[in-house]
């Protein structure tokens, strides 16, 4: 089936369309219901009629926003209707929900007149916190958004007019930069002059644009002082009219620095791009032809052509979906009574700002792997990328407060992080250690060094605060991988082939002589193997730290530690512990990396150290014993083991967390299981550390919950040793380094 017929398919398959409302309070007894609806629910409506900002606080109106259209001017479509227009009203209720965790109610207004329009439309103001206005023709939009934010005090917001500004002028902030041209020098000719065009080169005039600079072309040619007093042109683009020869768009794109196209596809020529001057910006935006091909663009000529479109197939995509989620989770937040020109402005800069940096691997992946760096090619950031998010929505939040519209302050810190909690509750966990690392951040060494990732990993720890990384590998290896990489870095390498730490191979081999490592031997060691060298500086206290295994496989790299550092004095074995994630939910599952098939002792102790790390994390361990046995049901070597194990752990008077066993897994998690059928168990509340009996069992089972239950795994870490290390999985990602490293540090400070 080609796209049309796959799209057919889509909307149509049960249920038909792409949105439903989902309750967030229980509906199961006679009491919910009388809690949701009457009789319950009119002391809520009395509180609202004595205070309406209680609506706020007792209705979802602080997360609800109207997207309203009358279908008058739909993307490629044109003046459809209110009816038909609908699907994309529900597509952009998709986007505002999977991007920043807004609720939408889609408004499909049969109206042609922009009376009709304001009245309906202001009317609406006690359902919703904000108001998306889409797909309305010019010059009707202009008015309808100006007067409804004159009426309304909730933000109003015509993302067809705004949303392309603000994208398109973050791509313009880092393209002038890249070309080392001024904003204000900037010679700028827009193609087409509809409330795309006209508030686009508005919002370019607030980034610092002489106004004097913009030439606008309509499908009649350059808008001129000329036309405007003839009365060929609206009041809008007279706006913009200028005191110019008249001529076409080939006439006013001779000599100009930046091409804007809001038109039509095909119309602008490889001529016409040569006409242009050095180092161009061609922002050829028509969809789904831009007005120029990527391909033309960039071959017309031999210098820089910093090229833009709205296709996703092409790099520097300017699409909306980067803005309007996130300008309203901002305006949301603080119950903005608008989004003004400086919300916006610190929308495009937040924007220009994320794509200076490094790009998550995930977003990588989600491109096809092609090299997302920030150049000519990375000038805006990808729709994907979750720390838009955080980013954009603080900077919005920020803005409104700082001019005025915020009826709500907030700590902008403390905001960032439950805004990046939304994004899953391993994120949550994971800044609580974030916050404790950067309390007082630790040496890291990294064995791996000279790996891209590791080099963008302790780029990322360093620029964060988290840890202060020291990169083990070949110095001139990691200068040339910094520099491809475009950091600004200059990172502590130590070097295992310079032959400059004679102490550690004396160190390696006191400690190793009577396992047979001679001298020599161990001198040998240090310059092959980057784990030994990272071990004895751990072990010599100049790291607190380790990290290994991005390209070694599990056992090989988890040996060197274990030979040069050992266990810790109150343990005999290390383990490996996964937290996992799911929904609103975090359990702790060991041991999944390192321990075959151990015996009691060894599960007591396992038990105890991944109970340590719960806490860590300020979760409070409750421990299940996990067996395929419920408390003597099934009685033999395998069962047996982990009922003593729950035994000595219960009867250790040092022991201060519940513990029980052996259950099994539904036992475990299972609150009516639980409370029910084993009503006598120490286990008051469902377990939140999972000891599995052996290591196949562990492997399977976190795993299983990772792919079919789509938990979100963050490890393995290393319990168990004498000082913080932990042995990464080959193939992990920047965030999963960044993680461990994380770990290690709160590790290290406890040390």
């Known amino acids: 089936m080609g796209l049309d017929e796959d799209s057919l398919e889509y909307h149509e398959r049960e249920p038909p369309g792409k949105i439903e409302i989902s309750t967030t309070k229980p509906a199961n007894t006679q009491r919910d219901l009388s809690l949701a609806y009457s009789p319950g629910v009119a002391e809520p409506c009395r509180r609202i009629a004595d205070n309406p900002d209680d609506a706020y606080k007792y209705t979802a109106k602080g997360n609800l926003v109207g997207v309203i259209s009358n279908g008058s001017a739909v993307l490629g479509l044109g003046d459809i209707g209110a009816q038909a227009s609908k699907p994309v009203m529900e597509g952009k209720g998709v986007l505002f929900k999977r991007f920043a965790d807004i609720d939408v109610f889609d408004i499909e207004l049969d109206f042609e007149d922009a009376d009709d329009m304001i009245e309906a439309i202001d009317a609406m103001e006690p359902t919703f916190g904000g108001i998306n206005l889409e797909d309305i023709k010019a010059p009707e939009c202009f008015e309808i958004e100006e007067r409804l934010g004159e009426r309304m005090d909730i933000p109003v917001f015509h993302d067809d007019q705004h949303g392309t500004a603000i994208i398109s002028g973050a ?57 405007a007093e003839a009365g060929d042109v609206n009041e809008f683009k007279q706006e913009f009219a200028q005191d110019v020869p008249e001529g076409d768009l080939a006439d006013a794109m001779e000599g100009t620095d930046v091409f804007v196209g809001l038109s039509v596809g095909g119309i602008v020529s490889q001529d016409m791009v040569r006409s242009m001057a050095e180092d161009p910006m061609v922002f050829a935006m028509a969809n789904p032809d831009p007005e120029i091909s990527y391909e033309d663009a960039k071959a017309a000529r031999d210098d820089t052509v910093i090229m833009a479109t709205g296709r996703s197939d092409y790099p520097n995509q300017v699409n909306n979906v980067l803005g309007f989620p996130f300008i309203f989770r901002g305006a949301l937040d ?93 994120r949550e966990m994971m800044r609580i250690m974030i916050n404790k690392a950067k309390s007082d951040p630790k040496r890291v060494a990294l064995a791996e060094g000279d790996d891209e990732k590791m080099i963008r990993a302790a780029y990322q720890m360093q620029e964060e605060g988290i840890a202060e990384p020291v990169l083990i590998g070949d110095a001139a290896t990691i200068e040339r991988r910094i520099g491809t990489l475009g950091l600004d870095y200059d990172p502590e390498i130590v070097d295992p082939t310079a032959g400059e ?186 377990a939140n550390v999972l000891i599995f009996p052996n290591l196949e069992a562990g492997n399977i089972g976190y795993k299983l919950l990772q792919r079919l239950g789509g938990a979100e795994a963050i490890g393995p870490m290393l319990v168990g040793m004498d000082k913080p290390v932990h042995v990464l999985q080959r193939g992990d990602e920047v965030k999963d380094i960044v993680n461990l490293a994380t770990v290690a540090v709160v590790d290290a400070q406890e040390e």
């Open 501 to 686: 730490h004679p102490e550690y191979a004396e160190r390696l081999h006191q400690l190793r002589k009577r396992k047979g490592v001679t001298l020599n031997e161990a001198e040998s060691l240090l310059e092959t193997d980057p784990n030994y060298l990272g071990s004895v500086m751990v072990e010599s206290d100049d790291a607190d730290a380790m990290l290994t295994g991005l390209t070694h496989h599990y056992p090989s790299a988890l040996r060197p530690p274990l030979e040069v550092i050992g266990t810790a004095p109150d343990a005999e074995y290390a383990a490996g512990v996964y937290m996992l994630t799911i929904d609103n939910q975090v359990v702790f599952v060991a041991d999944a990396t390192v321990n075959q098939d151990p015996g009691t002792e060894e599960l007591t102790e396992i038990a105890r150290h991944t109970a340590e790390l719960a806490r860590d994390f300020n979760v409070d361990p409750r421990v299940a014993m996990l067996s395929y046995s419920n408390f003597g049901s099934v009685e033999n070597e395998g069962t047996r083991k982990v009922s003593e194990a729950a035994r000595d752990l219960r009867e250790d008077d040092a022991i201060d967390f519940p513990v029980d066993g052996e259950m099994q897994a539904d036992t475990a998690i299972v609150e009516d299981i639980l409370t029910g059928t084993y009503d006598f168990a120490d286990l008051e509340e469902p």
């Open 171 to 227: 791509a313009l902030l880092n393209a002038v930069d890249i070309a080392d041209k001024n904003m204000e020098d900037l010679e700028i000719v827009f193609s087409g002059a509809g409330a795309s065009a006209i508030a686009t080169a508005r919002f370019y005039v607030s980034l610092g644009v002489e106004k004097d600079n913009i030439t606008m072309c309509d499908s009649s040619g350059i808008i001129t002082e000329e036309r």
């Open 334 to 426: 603080v119950r903005a009574t608008d989004i003004n020109e400086e919300m916006k402005i610190a929308a495009a800069e937040a924007l220009a700002e994320l794509a200076r940096q490094d790009v998550p691997d995930a977003v990588v992946k989600a491109y096809g792997d092609q090299p997302l760096q920030f150049g000519p090619d990375y000038i805006i950031p990808k729709p994907v990328d979750p720390r838009v998010l955080f980013q954009v929505a603080p900077a919005i939040a920020e803005a409104a407060i700082d001019s005025g519209v915020a009826r709500i302050d907030l700590d902008l810190d403390e905001y960032a992080e439950r805004l990046e909690a939304r994004l899953g509750k391993s």
